[in-house]
C-alpha cells in the first residue's frame, strides 16, 4: 500500500508565497498520479482546489497553482491570505489502489 | 450547482447499524463514480467505500463485511448500511462524486457518526 506524505505544518507570511508537498513512498510523483488538492477548514467540508495536477476549480482562486516539483506533487499558493489559513490535502491516483491514498494533510497557517 | 447532501448520522450504541443517505442535484449519482470518506475527530481523510457507474464496489479493510454501499438510481441517491458498528467507526462521513479519476471531487456537508455506550 502507498504512503502519501506531507508537511505536518507549514507557515507563511500574509502576502508571502508557500510551496506545500505531496509525496510517495514508492515512487516518483508523476502527471498519471492525477493528483487532487483539497482545502479544509475548521469545523468545514473539505473542497477541491486542484484537479488532474495543475487545472483549478471553477472556485478556486488563481492564486492557488498545482504542479509538479522534483518527483513530488506541489501546491503552491502565490500572496496567502488569511483567509487560506486550512487544512490541505493531497490525493493520488494508483493503479492498484481503488479511490487512490490521501495524504496526511499540512495545516498552514498564515502568520 | 452540484450538492450533494449526507443524512441519517447520529448516536448509536457499539453493535448497532445506522443507514446514511446522500442525495445528489445537479450530478447523476447512477453515470458517476460515488464513494463515502469519512474523519475521525481530529484525523486525516479516509476512504471507506465506492461504486463505480458499472456497479463494481470497493470497500476499506476495516469495514469489509459491515458495511454496504448502495443507490438508488430514480431518487438519485447514495447510501451506506452500516451493521455491527464500533467505537473506531465514529467520524464525520462525507459523501463525494466525481466524474473521473482525472477531474474534481465534489463534497457533501458530512454528517457526524458518534458509535458510543
Known amino acids: 500500500q502507498a504512503v502519501v506524505t506531507q508537511e505536518p505544518s507549514v507557515t507563511v507570511s500574509p502576502g508571502g508565497t508557500v510551496t506545500l508537498t505531496c509525496g510517495s513512498a514508492t515512487e516518483d510523483v508523476t502527471s498519471s498520479h492525477y493528483t487532487r488538492w483539497f482545502q479544509q477548514k475548521p469545523g468545514q467540508a473539505p473542497r477541491t482546489l486542484i484537479h488532474d495536477t495543475t487545472k483549478r476549480h471553477s472556485w478556486t482562486p488563481d492564486r492557488f497553482s498545482g504542479s509538479l516539483l522534483g518527483g513530488k506533487a506541489a501546491l503552491t499558493l502565490s500572496g496567502a491570505q488569511p483567509e487560506d489559513e486550512a487544512e490541505y490535502y493531497c490525493?493520488?491516483?494508483?493503479?492498484?489502489?481503488?479511490?487512490?491514498?490521501f495524504g496526511g494533510g499540512t495545516k498552514l497557517t498564515v502568520l | 450547482e452540484v450538492q450533494l447532501v449526507e443524512s441519517g448520522g447520529g448516536l448509536i450504541q457499539p453493535g448497532g447499524s445506522l443507514k446514511l443517505s446522500c442525495a445528489a442535484s445537479?450530478?447523476?449519482?447512477?453515470?458517476?463514480?460515488m464513494s463515502w470518506v469519512r474523519q475521525a475527530p481530529g484525523k486525516g481523510l479516509e476512504w471507506v467505500s465506492a461504486?463505480?457507474?458499472?456497479?463494481?464496489?470497493f470497500y476499506a479493510d476495516s469495514v469489509q463485511g459491515r458495511f454496504t454501499i448502495f443507490r438508488d438510481n430514480l431518487k438519485n441517491s447514495l447510501y451506506l448500511q452500516m451493521d455491527s458498528l464500533r467505537a473506531e467507526d465514529t467520524a464525520v462521513y462525507y459523501c463525494?462524486?466525481?466524474?473521473?479519476?482525472?477531474?474534481?471531487?465534489?463534497w457533501g456537508q458530512g454528517t457526524q457518526v458518534t458509535v458510543s455506550s
Open positions: 463525494v462524486g466525481e466524474y473521473s479519476s482525472s477531474s474534481g471531487l465534489y
Open positions: 445537479e450530478f447523476t449519482v447512477s453515470s458517476n463514480y
Open positions: 461504486v463505480y457507474s458499472g456497479g463494481t464496489t
Open positions: 490525493l493520488l491516483s494508483f493503479t492498484d489502489s481503488w479511490g487512490g491514498e
